[in-house]
């Protein structure tokens, strides 16, 4: 490739230091990272390093004016134990989408996947060999020039951290339909996948935990009536054998799980229809019995199955008889792992270093 990367290997791997069976959520990293620099309207230095601090000047302006972005998705292993992707160029394309929105320069995709290549290449002993676990990857760029005063930065970082992850605990999740709150309104930022974006979530997310619900539904910013998505997830129903979720607005993120969950779904000659949902329209049909299922989708969990749905001072109950988005996970998850042939072309195949 055009960019070449430089290599600087730990001495020593922490992998054996790791019980794959008990890994601790989001607090356990890789021997190394990858990182890139933006400078003077380039992108250079392409390099692995060990993982370890990054210097940070006090007034790097990420940390003041938030111009900061990221991308969330996981290396899995084939069945012969070669590392893969899923889909690694939706989320380099996304990542650009992101940063033009928020006046951050695009990053080559060729560096954004020859960048993952490399770090797994190095790193690939860190892919849990257990069941549904899977090395999480955690691609992301900020502003890190020193600079006080608003304008685009000049100066950025593109780095890539990977954590090993253990299969989420699926139990069907609670939801509480935010009436006060909102992610994203038309014009906004609710399309990238932007730190801003979940610095506003944080407090709504909070008051519902504390109301006993798992995650925030997100209704649209000018009538709290239409369903954008769920926490960070985007958001399924079926109603009367007929799939429905969100169309993508401008206020819903483009979720890489969500698109091949619409392919599988009609793969499997299901009808989707990508519309505007009330919440309205979600109770009436729970209450005529006609919802039949409901789950969010995204990187993290694959499909979450959704139970109930807390809306200002009633419960809108979700039926679980219909087992079709645990079909769709099943078959997700035995792609990615290399049981099931890749009819969509979906796998990258990783060489091992
Ligand atoms: C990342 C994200 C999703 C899910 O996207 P995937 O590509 O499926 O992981 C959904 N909603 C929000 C707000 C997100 O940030």
């Known amino acids: ?4 990367i430089t290599v600087d290997k730990v001495e020593k791997s922490k992998v054996d230091q790791l019980d794959f069976n008990n890994i601790p959520l989001g607090t356990t990293f890789t021997d190394h990272m990858f990182i890139c620099d933006y400078d003077n309207g380039e992108w250079v230095d392409a390099r692995v390093v060990p993982m370890g601090l990054i210097p940070t000047h006090p007034a790097a302006m990420a940390l003041h004016y938030g111009q900061a972005i990221f991308e969330g998705m996981k290396a899995y292993k084939d069945t012969d134990g070669t590392p893969m992707l899923f889909r690694p160029e939706q989320n380099a394309k996304r990542l650009n989408e992101s940063a ?3 006046g951050m320069p695009e990053l080559p995709e060729e560096i954004f996947v020859e960048g993952l290549k490399k770090l797994i290449s190095i790193d690939h002993n860190w892919i849990p060999p257990t069941e549904g676990s899977a090395l999480y990857l955690r691609p992301f760029m900020y502003a890190d020039e020193a600079f006080i005063g608003m304008r685009a930065a000049t100066h950025y970082k593109f780095i890539i951290m990977a954590s090993p992850a253990q299969a989420l605990y699926s139990k069907r999740i609670k939801l509480w339909a935010e009436k006060q709150y909102i992610r994203a309104a038309h014009g906004g930022t609710g399309e990238a996948k932007a730190a801003g974006n979940y610095a506003a979530a944080v407090l709504p997310t909070e008051l519902a935990k504390a109301k006993g619900y798992d995650q925030v539904l997100w209704l649209d910013a000018a009538e709290h009536k239409y369903i954008q998505e769920v926490g960070t997830m985007n958001i399924f129903f079926k109603i009367n054998g007929e799939f429905i979720t969100p169309n993508l607005d401008g206020s819903v993120l483009h979720g890489i799980t969500r ?3 619409i392919d599988m779904l009609r793969s499997m000659n299901f009808k989707v229809t990508e519309r505007k949902i009330t919440i309205d329209e979600i109770k009436e049909a729970s209450e005529n019995g006609s919802l039949e ?3 969010g989708t995204g990187t993290a969990v694959g499909i979450a199955y959704i139970q ?3 809306l200002e001072d009633e419960t809108i ?3 679980d008889e219909s087992p079709v988005g645990l079909e769709v996970n099943d078959t997700l998850n035995a792609i990615k792992t290399g049981q099931l042939k890749d009819k969509f ?3 990258t195949k990783v060489d091992k270093e």
């Open 259 to 261: 698109a091949s969950v």
């Open 293 to 295: 299922e409901a789950f």
């Open 308 to 310: 109930e749905i807390g």
């Open 100 to 102: 033009t929105r928020m």
């Open 345 to 347: 072309g979906w796998m």
């Open 317 to 319: 109950h979700v039926s």
């Open 1 to 4: 490739m055009k960019y070449k």
